[in-house]
């Protein structure tokens, strides 16, 4: 029986990650990890708490979570403070979420970008220089060349194929271009595999030149949208924060929209620091759809890709198609040789060249009837898309002709559906191309 005179605990009970010496799996994880049901009345499922604030126990406990909030004592808060800050259902995501890539913590957003843009604004001043591959998602590119150039960050890119030469030699010059400026690298930002290109970054070239010519003081961070969590896990190749769009395969049903990054606590306490201020916490009602994903996501994205490789094999084969730029199918010897190093599968996003131009691209776009045309990628249903015209229309011209984006390239997400039903689709809208 419980005293009634002890206070009520408010500590959760710790979780179970580990059963007779074995390391439990994060499919398995997924299903309680984080939760005390008895914090919860006994409730299974995590409630969602809808709640702006916090009671304390005491006032001299209000006072310590400040102390951690603000960063006078190490360690941050020891409890639910202010929904701006942190909630019940964010705090069991983020745990859920460094399972994935072995994180040491976790941070979750409103959006991928809200989480690209804090990240990057909390490791940057002016006169520093943030350096990229290329291309990234549209969106990101705009915020470091258009929006962080105005505070006086500058960048340098490299494409997604560079290996270790060619890295140190652009990540040289930004050190030059910092020093000229008064700063620093403050970062170097990767997207693998790029979108919509698909093209692979060596991680482990990146990790190497990075130890050569700067300091560990330079976080590499990666976004892992296209193959994470399941297919790729870029901590163990040499990343220090791994990005996420959670609005894509981890939330998995075009339902919602959220971000999340995750890595060692240096990397992370500065950027929750930020997320303090600015806000950008993913909201309790999307954290726990987000919790409701992750039970599934890994289910969800081996029949994903399962059905992407059936697809694949039959576009690869027909004449309208003039090539393909699926991971499961990569020519390049050095695409290769990164994709068997740091990914184990090939995910469901892939991009397919028709046989003419925009027009022809357009025709085959529109007489799809089970795949829908629209943006993003990653849900249960198929989607198809045009990056050139699309996600990628604010990209210069001659830069989306260096990247590849060209006017025939579609991007296609294969969902869960019947793989036989998704390659009929395509078969007749090839057609009527
Ligand atoms: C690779 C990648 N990163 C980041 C984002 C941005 O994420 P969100 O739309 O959740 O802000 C996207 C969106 O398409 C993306 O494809």
């Not at 990343?239 to 990397?267: C, E, M």
Request: a negative charge; hydrophobic letters at 40%; aromatic letters at 6%.
């Amino acid at each position: 029986m419980t005293d009634p005179h002890s206070p009520p605990r408010r500590k959760p009970k710790p979780s179970v990650e580990k059963l007779a010496g074995r390391k439990l799996k994060p499919a398995t994880l997924m299903m309680g990890h984080g939760y005390d049901p008895q914090l919860s009345e006994g409730a299974l499922k995590p409630p969602i708490f809808l709640t702006s604030t916090f009671a304390f126990e005491s006032a001299a406990a209000g006072k310590r979570h400040f102390e951690g909030i603000t960063g006078k004592r190490s360690g941050g808060p020891e409890g639910l403070v202010y929904s701006r800050f942190n909630g019940p259902n964010q705090e069991i995501l983020e745990d859920r979420l460094s399972v994935w890539d072995e994180a040491e913590d976790a941070l979750c957003f409103a959006s991928g970008m809200t989480a690209i843009c804090v990240l990057m604004l909390a490791f940057c001043s002016a006169g520093d220089v943030i350096v990229h591959s290329g291309p990234l998602y549209a969106a990101s590119e705009g915020f470091v060349a258009k929006t962080l150039s105005r505070f006086g960050v500058t960048y340098l890119d490299f494409a997604a194929g560079a290996d270790r030469p060619e890295i140190e030699a652009v990540l040289e010059q930004a050190k030059a271009q910092a020093a000229k400026a008064g700063g620093k690298v403050a970062m170097v930002y990767l997207e693998s595999p790029a979108n919509p290109t698909n093209a692979l970054v060596d991680v482990e070239a990146v990790r190497d030149a990075r130890d050569a010519v700067l300091t560990p003081d330079c976080p590499i961070a990666i976004d892992n949208t296209f193959l994470g969590p399941l297919w790729q896990q870029p901590l163990r190749h040499g990343a220090d924060i791994t990005v996420y769009s959670l609005t894509k395969y981890v939330g998995g049903h075009s339902d919602l929209v959220a971000g999340s990054l995750a890595g060692a606590k240096r990397w992370m306490d500065p950027v929750r620091m930020l997320r303090n201020t600015m806000g950008g916490i993913a909201d309790p009602n999307t954290a726990w759809m987000l919790l409701r994903s992750l039970e599934t996501v890994e289910l969800r994205m081996q029949r994903a890709g399962e059905n992407a490789a059936k697809v694949c094999e039959f576009l690869a084969e027909h004449p309208k198609v003039e090539g393909l730029g699926y991971l499961g199918m990569i020519s390049d010897p050095r695409q290769q040789d990164i994709y068997r190093r740091h990914c184990s599968g090939a995910g469901s996003t892939f991009s397919l060249f028709v046989k003419g131009g925009e027009a022809e691209s357009f025709r085959f776009l529109d007489a799809l009837r089970i795949v829908k045309l629209a943006v993003s990628l990653g849900g249960t249903e198929s989607l198809a898309s045009h990056p050139a015209g699309m996600t990628h229309l604010s990209v210069p011209q001659e830069r989306r002709a260096k990247l590849g984006i060209t006017d025939n390239l579609v991007r296609v997400s294969i969902g869960i559906e019947d793989a036989d039903d998704l390659i009929a689709d395509f078969d007749q809208a090839l057609k009527r191309v």
